[in-house]
């Protein structure tokens, strides 16, 4: 399965709403469960586990993170982005005992 | 809180096997999945493998011909071996873990350049 990203790049503003889409070339979903993550990822730093299950956020990761999205079509939202937020974000998979990141998204300041 | 360290060679001569080693603490070893991600400069991650306690492993078809990944209870460890190393497996290497749909925990990373 290939996840792809898009856009590329975001050039938004504190304050504003970022859409980052992740699609992948066949279904990822099963009848409960879409096996979709989001991390993100700052320079120098380790990603961080931002959603997982496609929309469950993980343990202390704020409110304004929002995954959804099932079989194809998935989405991070951040819903007012902080000064802290601007960084890289990848979508990954779990699927046949195996996994698959998305070439990643970057959130820049504009 | 869970964390992980990895260790090992920052540098390895092409062809040789690259070796690293990912102590966690904080937790017990055999509770969650561990896996192994890589990052060569200035791109995106991909996912190298990932070991169960019990020694379940499971690699990238990319790269399962040259991959061992081992575990080690006794020392709460696991263990990466990438064998006939090229230019292009210069990276930084993440050991992370947690379901095994994702992971929850990473360690910092450490860079591994393969030159002679």
């Known amino acids: 399965i290939v996840l792809t990203q898009s856009p590329g790049t975001l050039s938004l503003s504190p304050g504003e709403r970022a859409t980052l889409s992740c699609r992948a070339s066949q279904s990822v979903s099963s009848r409960f469960l879409s096996y979709l993550a989001w991390y993100q990822q700052k320079p120098g730093q380790a990603p961080r586990l931002l959603i997982y299950d496609a929309s469950s956020r993980a343990n202390g990761i704020p409110d304004r993170f929002s995954g959804s999205g099932s079989g194809t079509d998935f989405t991070l939202t951040i819903s007012r982005l902080e000064p802290e937020d601007f960084a890289v974000y990848y979508c990954q998979h779990y699927g046949s005992s195996r996994w698959t990141f998305g070439q990643g998204t970057k959130v820049e300041i504009k | 809180q869970v964390q992980l360290q990895e260790s090992g060679p920052g540098l390895v001569k092409p062809s040789e096997t690259l070796s690293l080693t990912c102590t966690v603490s904080g937790g017990s070893i055999n509770t969650y999945y561990w896996n192994w991600i890589r990052q060569p400069p200035g791109k995106g991650l991909e996912w190298i493998g990932y070991i169960y306690y019990s020694g379940s492993t499971n690699q990238n078809p990319s790269l399962k011909s040259r991959v061992t990944i081992s575990v080690d209870m006794s020392k709460n460890q696991f263990s990466l071996n990438l064998s006939s190393v090229t230019a292009a497996d210069t990276a930084v290497y993440y050991c992370?873990?947690?379901?095994?749909?994702?992971?929850?925990?990473w360690g910092q990373g450490t860079l591994v350049t393969v030159s002679s």
């Open positions: 992370a873990g947690g379901g095994y749909d994702r992971s929850d925990y």
